[in-house]
C-alpha cells in the first residue's frame, strides 16, 4: 500500500499530498523502529534475565474452577445483553450495536463513546471478553490435557457435560464477538486467537498455512468487512492496485506522513500521549484534559470524519521524535521476546499464564502495532485483567519443580 502511493502520488485519505522529503523521513522512522525492535529482542535472547522472566510467567496457573466461572459468566452476560439490546443489534451494523451499547448516532462519520463513557465501556468489555476468553481458556486447556495423556498413553475422558459446556459458549461467542457487529481487527484477533487454541503450529507446513490466510484476509476479505460498519453500507470491489490508491483501510503510511507533518508544525507532545495511554483508564469526568487518541490529533480538522488509526511508530514519534521511537520499539521487542521465551519453557501438561498469554498477545497484538494505542490499550486491557484473574499462585499448582521456586527466591 504504501509503494502503491508513493508511486503514484496519490493518497487514500482527504487528496493530501506530501512532499519528498517528508515521505523519506516518514520511512526512515519506521526502519528506526524496526531495528530497535530487533535489538531489543537479540539483548533479550543474551540476557540471563530470560530464563528468570520464564520462570516467573510460568509460576501462576489458570485454574481450571475458575475458567468454568468465567465461561457461565460469559454465557449469561451474552443472554442478557442480547435480551436487552435484541437480537436484531447483535447482526446488525456495527454502528447499530455501537448505539445499543455507547449512545454513538449510527449514522455518524466516527463511533465514540457517549456521555457514559465509563459504564458503556464497561458493559462492551464484560459482553466481548468474557464469552471469548472462557471459551479459548477451556479449549486451549482441553488440548493441554490431551496432549499430556497421548504423552502417557493414557485414554482421554470424554465428558458429555464438558461439551455442552463448549457448545454453550460457542453460541455466545457467536452473539457477542460475530464479525458483523464488532470492529475488524477485534474479530480478527479473537478468530486468530481461537484458532491457535485448538490447531497447534508446530510444523513449518502450518504456519505458511496460516501466513496465507492472513495475507488473503488482510487484502480481500478486511476491506469487504468495512461493509458492516454502518447501515446501508454494500460491497464494493475493486482491483487491489486501486484499494491500495483509494480505500482508508490501506491509509496506514498516510497517517505516518501525517505524523511528520504534525510534528513540523506543532512539535512534540513530549510523553502527554504517553501518561494518556497509561492512565486511558482514567474518565473526561475526572480529568477534564486528558489527552485524546494521536490519530485524531494529527488529523486536525478531518478527526470528525474519520476515527484515525496510527501504528506505534507514528505514536512514538509524535510523543517524543525517533529516539524515542528507537526506544519504544526496542523495549516492544524486549517484552515480546521474553514471552515468547517464556512459552517455549512452558510446563508440559500445565496450563501456566505465560502459555495462555502468549497465543492471545500474538493474535492481538495487531491491534497494538496498527494503534491508535490509547483507545487499543484500554480495549485490551480488560483481556490481561481476567486473565490474571483466573490464574492462582500458589507452589501446589505447579507441578515443575523450577517453577514451583517461591517468587522470593527467583528474584534472589
Given amino acids: 500500500g504504501a509503494l502503491a502511493n ?17 515521505q523519506v ?7 528506526v523502529g524496526l531495528v530497535g525492535y530487533e535489538l531489543g529482542r537479540q539483548i533479550c535472547r543474551a540476557h540471563r534475565t530470560t530464563r528468570k522472566a520464564g520462570q516467573l510467567l510460568n509460576v501462576p496457573t489458570v485454574s ?29 451494523s456495527r454502528a447499530t450495536q455501537a448505539q445499543a ?28 471478553v468474557l464469552p471469548f476468553l472462557g471459551l479459548y481458556l477451556l479449549l486451549y486447556q482441553r488440548r493441554t490435557h490431551r496432549d499430556a495423556q497421548e504423552r502417557e498413553a493414557t485414554p482421554a475422558r470424554r465428558r458429555f457435560w464438558r461439551k455442552v459446556f463448549i457448545l454453550g459458549l460457542i453460541g455466545a461467542v457467536i ?14 484477533g479473537v478468530a486468530i486467537a481461537l ?40 460491497f464494493h ?37 504517553l501518561l494518556g495511554t497509561v492512565f486511558s483508564w482514567v474518565p473526561r469526568s475526572d480529568w477534564p484534559g486528558k489527552p485524546g487518541s494521536t490519530g485524531n490529533l494529527i488529523l486536525g480538522v478531518y478527526a470528525d470524519v474519520l476515527p484515525a488509526s496510527l501504528s506505534i511508530f507514528g505514536w512514538a514519534f509524535v510523543d517524543g521524535g525517533i529516539v524515542w521511537v528507537f526506544l519504544v520499539l526496542a523495549g516492544y521487542g524486549w517484552a515480546s521476546g521474553s514471552l515468547e521465551e517464556a512459552y517455549r519453557r512452558r510446563p508440559l501438561g500445565r496450563l501456566s499464564f505465560a502459555a495462555a498469554a502468549t497465543p492471545l498477545f500474538a493474535a492481538f497484538q495487531v491491534l497494538l502495532l496498527r494503534g491508535d494505542l490509547l483507545p487499543e490499550a484500554g480495549q485490551l486491557a480488560p483481556v490481561g485483567l ?3 484473574a483466573v490464574c492462582t499462585f500458589s507452589r501446589r499448582a505447579s507441578p515443575d519443580r523450577a517453577c514451583a521456586q517461591s517468587w522470593r527466591e527467583l528474584i534472589e
Fill in 6 to 22: 508513493t508511486v503514484s502520488q496519490q493518497f487514500p485519505l482527504f487528496h493530501q499530498t506530501f512532499n519528498e522529503g517528508t
Fill in 25 to 31: 523521513s516518514a520511512l526512515a522512522t519506521i526502519i
Fill in 64 to 92: 481450571p474452577r475458575r475458567i468454568a466461572i468465567l465461561g457461565f459468566s460469559g454465557m449469561c452476560t451474552a443472554v442478557y445483553f442480547t435480551a436487552k439490546f435484541g437480537l436484531a443489534a447483535r447482526f446488525s
Fill in 101 to 128: 451499547f455507547l449512545g454513538s448516532q449510527a449514522g455518524s462519520g466516527s463511533i465514540e463513546f457517549g456521555p457514559g463513557d465509563p459504564s458503556a465501556s464497561i458493559q462492551q468489555a464484560l459482553d466481548w
Fill in 175 to 188: 452473539l457477542a464477538d460475530n464479525p458483523v457487529s464488532n470492529p475488524r481487527a477485534q474479530f480478527g
Fill in 195 to 234: 484458532l491457535l487454541a485448538v490447531w497447534a503450529l508446530n510444523s513449518a507446513r502450518r504456519v505458511r498455512v496460516l501466513a496465507a490466510i492472513l495475507v488473503a484476509s488482510a487484502l480481500v476479505l478486511y476491506p469487504l468487512a468495512n461493509a458492516f460498519r454502518y447501515t446501508g453500507s454494500g
Fill in 237 to 273: 470491489l475493486a482491483p487491489l492496485n486501486t484499494e491500495f490508491r483509494t480505500n482508508a483501510d490501506f491509509s496506514m503510511f498516510q497517517q505516518e506522513l501525517n505524523a511528520q507533518v504534525y510534528v513540523a508544525s506543532h512539535g512534540h507532545t513530549w510523553g502527554r500521549q
Fill in 386 to 388: 481476567a486473565l490474571i
